[in-house]
């Protein structure tokens, strides 16, 4: 191809990175309208413990696919805010375990409606084949980029 015909908007990198910003931009919007005191970043973390609480910050950078100094931030905030606590594991105490609080756990069904309605906002108005296909699609680029 020649460079000089490339045109970064029909970029199918730049399309799947737009729509992304687009849809994050939306679930911190539906979350901070609602009195969440979470963004998405947070929301990754608070699932995975919905999940299966009691992880440590190891397994927790693999579930949501970030860097070990990006959960361990993630982490220090919502410590902070009171929605997680870290107990140091029974057997190994160079390792904490993060367990969700009382209030972090009474977030759950409201943040999951938010994200469900993000959901509906995304795929308003496309047909149901259309979206099928859309996610098979999205799922091969996923995995040829893991290869």
């Given at each position: 191809m020649d460079?000089?015909k490339?045109v970064?908007?029909?970029s199918?990198?730049?399309q799947?990175?737009?729509?992304g910003r687009?849809v994050?931009?939306?679930l911190?919007?539906n979350f901070k309208e609602?009195?969440?005191?979470?963004?998405?970043?947070q929301?990754?973390?608070?699932i995975?413990?919905?999940?299966?609480?009691?992880?440590?910050?190891?397994?927790?950078?693999i579930?949501?696919?970030?860097?070990?100094p990006?959960v361990s931030?993630?982490?220090n905030n919502?410590e902070?805010n009171?929605?997680?606590?870290?107990v140091?594991?029974?057997v190994d105490k160079?390792?904490?375990?993060?367990?969700?609080?009382?209030e972090g756990?009474k977030?759950?069904?409201?943040?999951i409606?938010?994200a469900?309605?993000?959901?509906?906002?995304?795929c308003?108005?496309i047909?149901?084949?259309e979206?099928?296909i859309?996610l098979?699609?999205?799922?091969?680029?996923?995995?040829?980029?893991?290869n």
């Amino acid at each position: 191809m020649d460079y000089r015909k490339y045109v970064l908007a029909d970029s199918i990198g730049f399309q799947i990175s737009d729509a992304g910003r687009l849809v994050i931009n939306r679930l911190n919007s539906n979350f901070k309208e609602q009195g969440y005191p979470v963004t998405h970043e947070q929301w990754s973390i608070m699932i995975r413990l919905w999940e299966e609480d009691g992880l440590n910050q190891n397994k927790l950078s693999i579930l949501t696919g970030k860097d070990q100094p990006s959960v361990s931030r993630l982490i220090n905030n919502l410590e902070k805010n009171g929605l997680v606590m870290r107990v140091v594991h029974p057997v190994d105490k160079r390792t904490n375990l993060i367990f969700l609080t009382p209030e972090g756990k009474k977030l759950q069904i409201g943040l999951i409606e938010q994200a469900q309605k993000t959901i509906d906002q995304i795929c308003y108005g496309i047909d149901k084949e259309e979206l099928t296909i859309f996610l098979k699609v999205l799922n091969e680029i996923k995995v040829n980029l893991s290869n």
